[in-house]
């Protein structure tokens, strides 16, 4: 087994997962995205960076993408990887915290937030409170995405964002839904 897999089982209650996204999964999550016109790109729980490599082959130098995971091996992981990437920001932070980062970095609104967050594991109240946060941030334009192996956010998602489509893959383990938010 290779480190990132046996990293998401030994943090199962903090990943949510034993596998990372598939590449179904993924480019499920992407392909809305009009990656020629963003200029920041947020993604939350990085993970292993599957998510960010493919978000990264399909931006120019002119998106800037800001990463969030709490895991402290995965963002080592990823900052090896990802060491040549100029455009990339690594975060060992919580999403909880983005509104503070995104001040710090001079960063008042952003084009799209990818997350893969386990919400699913989180209090109710604090979601609610995060998602209302994140749409704030988003340019009217914006998205939010986000993906979870049931639909039991989806009525918490609608009251928060006015626009939601869903899709869905069979071809991740396990299968999963893919809300688009606007
Ligand atoms: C389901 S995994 C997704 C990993 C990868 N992006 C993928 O799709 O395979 C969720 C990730 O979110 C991270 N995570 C959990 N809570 C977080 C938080 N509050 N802020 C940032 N990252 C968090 C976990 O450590 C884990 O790496």
Redesign the pocket.
């Given at each position: 087994m290779n480190f990132?897999s046996l990293?998401?089982i030994n943090?199962l209650r903090?990943?949510?997962?034993v596998?990372?996204?598939s590449k179904y999964?993924?480019n499920r999550?992407l392909k809305n995205i009009a990656f020629d016109k963003a200029k920041v790109i947020v993604?939350?729980?990085?993970?292993?960076?599957?998510?960010?490599k493919e978000i990264l082959e399909r931006c120019d130098n002119n998106t800037t993408i800001i990463s969030?995971?709490?895991?402290k091996k995965?963002c080592s992981y990823c900052q090896n990887k990802f060491k040549n990437n100029l455009s990339l920001k690594i975060l060992n932070?919580?999403?909880?915290?983005f509104q503070d980062i995104l001040e710090q970095n001079n960063i008042s609104e952003v084009d799209y937030i990818i997350s893969?967050?386990?919400i699913s594991?989180?209090d109710k109240n604090d979601t609610t409170k995060l998602l209302t946060n994140l749409k704030k941030t988003l340019k009217k334009e914006g998205h939010f995405i986000q993906?979870q192996y049931s639909l039991n956010h989806l009525k918490l998602i609608k009251n928060i964002f006015p626009k939601v489509t869903v899709d869905f893959t069979m071809l991740n383990i396990p299968p999963a839904f893919i809300y688009n938010c606007a």
């Open positions: 990132s990293e998401y943090t903090e990943s949510g997962t596998l990372q996204s999964l993924i999550c993604e939350l729980g990085m993970g292993n960076g599957c998510i960010t969030f995971e709490v895991n995965f932070k919580s999403a909880f915290d893969s967050l386990p594991l989180f993906y």
